[in-house]
C-alpha cells in the first residue's frame, strides 16, 4: 500500500508545472499608477511609471519609462502594456495610484474596486488627485529624485518631509471610508508645476464617489491640526498690527458630542498646543507679559479659523471626520442610529476651545 501511495504521489510531482518566477533582470517595476478619463466616453487612460532595473546600486540616475494605454478596462489596459515591454511588469513595488482630476470628480469607486481586488498591487499604496491629471503628475522628476517616483514615495508617506499640509491616504483607508456610515474619504492632491516640481497642499473631501468640495491650503492645515496629533506647523497671532509666528512642538485634539438627547448636538473641540514663538514682525522685546498677549490672540485666532472650517465642511453635507461613526459607536441600536444621527448632523452645533501655551520666545531673550 505504502509503495503504491509513493508511486502515485511521484508521479502528481512529475505533473507539476514549473514555478512562475522570474529573475530580476526580466523584470521591469511598476512604481506608479495614473488613471485618467480616455478619449472615448466610459475609457481609462492608464500611465504607469517604470523603473528599469540597473544592476549597479552605485548608479545615482536611474532609468524610468511612463507607459500610457487608453481602454474601457483598467486591466485590459495593463494586459495590452505587458506587449510593449520585453520583460514582464512588477507590481510589487507600486506605492502610488493617482487619480486624474477627471475621475475624481467623476466617479473612483471602479478604480477603488479594480485596487483591492487586484492579488499584487498592496492594500497601503497612497491613492491621492492628480491636477490636472495624473500623467503629468507621474511625468514631474524633481533634480533631487534619485530613484523614479521615489519623491512621491517620500512626500506621501511622510518617511521624507514632514508638511503640515500633506494627508496620507492607504489604499484600505479609503475603500473602509467610502463604504463606512458616519465618515466620508478624502484624498490629497498634488499639483504638476512643470517638469521637476510638484506641489501637495490642498485636500479633497469625497463622498462615497466623487469630489465635492476642495480646501484650501490654511484650511487643509487646520483639517490635520484636527484629525492627528503633534502637527508641526506656524500658526499665527496678531496684536496691534503686530504679525506673530509660533511654532507648533506639540499639539493634540479631541471632541465630544453633547446634548444629543434634546435632539440638537452640539460638537465641542478642544485643541491644545506646546510652541515657541518663531517670528515677529516688530523688533520690540518680548517679555514674559507680551507672550501672555500673543497666547490669548493666538487662541482666538485659532478658534476662529476652525469654527469657520466646521461650519464650511458642516454645509457640505460631508463628514470626513468621523462624527457619525463616533456617535454610532456610543448609541447601540444598529438599526436606528445613523438615521437619528442624520436628523441630528442637520442642526450641529460647533464650539472650539483652544489652549495655547507659548513656553518661550525663540533664542532672542
Given at each position: 500500500?505504502?509503495k503504491?501511495?509513493?508511486a502515485?504521489?511521484?508521479?502528481l ?7 512562475d ?6 523584470r521591469?517595476f511598476?512604481?506608479a499608477?495614473g ?7 466610459g475609457?481609462?487612460?492608464i500611465?504607469?511609471k517604470?523603473?528599469?532595473p ?14 500610457t494605454?487608453e481602454?474601457?478596462?483598467?486591466s485590459e489596459?495593463?494586459?495590452r502594456m505587458?506587449?510593449?515591454v520585453e520583460k514582464?511588469?512588477d507590481?510589487?513595488?507600486c506605492k502610488s495610484?493617482i487619480?486624474?482630476e477627471?475621475i475624481?470628480?467623476?466617479?473612483i469607486q471602479?478604480?477603488m474596486?479594480?485596487?483591492v481586488?487586484r492579488r499584487?498591487v ?6 491621492a ?6 500623467l503629468?503628475?507621474?511625468q514631474v522628476?524633481p533634480?533631487s529624485?534619485?530613484?523614479p517616483s521615489?519623491?512621491l514615495i ?7 518631509t514632514?508638511?503640515p ?9 479609503l475603500?473602509?471610508?467610502i463604504?463606512?456610515?458616519g465618515?466620508d474619504?478624502i484624498?490629497?492632491i498634488?499639483?504638476a ?6 506641489l ?7 463622498d462615497?464617489e466623487?469630489?465635492k468640495?476642495?480646501?484650501t491650503?490654511?484650511e487643509?492645515?487646520?483639517y490635520n491640526?484636527l484629525?492627528?496629533?503633534?502637527l508641526r ?5 496678531h ?8 511654532y507648533?512642538?506639540?499639539?493634540s ?6 446634548n444629543?438627547?434634546?435632539g440638537?448636538?452640539?460638537i465641542r473641540y478642544?485643541?491644545k498646543?506646546?510652541g ?12 514674559h507679559s ?10 482666538k485666532?485659532l478658534e476662529?479659523?476652525i ?6 465642511i458642516?454645509?457640505s ?7 457619525g ?27 472650539v ?7 518661550y ?5
Amino acid at each position: 500500500m505504502r509503495k503504491a501511495l509513493s508511486a502515485i504521489g511521484i508521479v502528481l510531482l512529475l505533473l507539476l508545472a514549473g514555478c512562475d518566477f522570474k529573475e530580476i533582470d526580466l523584470r521591469i517595476f511598476v512604481l506608479a499608477i495614473g488613471v485618467d478619463p480616455g478619449e472615448e466616453e466610459g475609457a481609462f487612460k492608464i500611465s504607469l511609471k517604470l523603473a528599469i532595473p540597473q544592476g549597479d546600486v552605485t548608479k545615482i540616475d536611474e532609468k524610468m519609462q511612463i507607459l500610457t494605454e487608453e481602454s474601457p478596462s483598467i486591466s485590459e489596459a495593463l494586459r495590452r502594456m505587458k506587449s510593449r515591454v520585453e520583460k514582464e511588469l512588477d507590481y510589487s513595488h507600486c506605492k502610488s495610484i493617482i487619480l486624474g482630476e477627471g475621475i475624481a470628480r467623476r466617479d473612483i469607486q471602479h478604480v477603488m474596486d479594480w485596487a483591492v481586488r487586484r492579488r499584487d498591487v498592496q492594500l497601503i499604496v497612497n491613492f491621492a488627485v492628480g491636477r490636472p491629471e495624473a500623467l503629468q503628475v507621474l511625468q514631474v522628476r524633481p533634480e533631487s529624485e534619485r530613484i523614479p517616483s521615489n519623491s512621491l514615495i517620500l512626500a506621501m508617506s511622510g518617511q521624507g518631509t514632514e508638511s503640515p499640509f500633506i494627508a496620507s491616504v492607504y489604499s484600505f483607508q479609503l475603500m473602509r471610508n467610502i463604504y463606512e456610515k458616519g465618515i466620508d474619504p478624502i484624498l490629497p492632491i498634488i499639483e504638476a508645476k512643470g517638469k521637476s516640481e510638484f506641489l501637495i497642499d490642498k485636500i479633497a473631501l469625497l463622498d462615497s464617489e466623487k469630489i465635492k468640495m476642495v480646501l484650501t491650503p490654511n484650511e487643509t492645515r487646520l483639517y490635520n491640526l484636527l484629525s492627528r496629533s503633534n502637527l508641526r506647523t506656524n500658526l499665527p497671532a496678531h496684536i496691534e498690527g503686530v504679525m506673530y509666528q509660533y511654532y507648533t512642538e506639540r499639539s493634540s485634539s479631541d471632541y465630544k458630542i453633547l446634548n444629543t438627547k434634546s435632539g440638537k448636538a452640539t460638537i465641542r473641540y478642544h485643541i491644545k498646543i506646546k510652541g515657541i514663538l518663531e517670528e515677529s514682525s516688530s523688533p520690540d522685546l518680548v517679555t514674559h507679559s507680551k507672550l501672555k498677549k500673543i497666547q490669548a490672540a493666538g487662541e482666538k485666532e485659532l478658534e476662529d479659523d476652525i469654527l469657520a472650517l466646521l461650519k464650511k465642511i458642516h454645509t457640505s453635507g460631508l463628514d470626513p471626520f468621523g462624527w457619525g461613526l463616533h456617535y454610532g459607536a456610543r448609541h447601540f441600536n444598529n438599526d436606528t442610529e445613523m438615521e437619528v444621527w442624520k436628523g441630528l448632523y442637520a442642526g450641529l452645533d460647533f464650539q472650539v476651545k483652544a489652549d495655547v501655551n507659548i513656553k518661550y520666545s525663540g533664542l532672542i531673550k
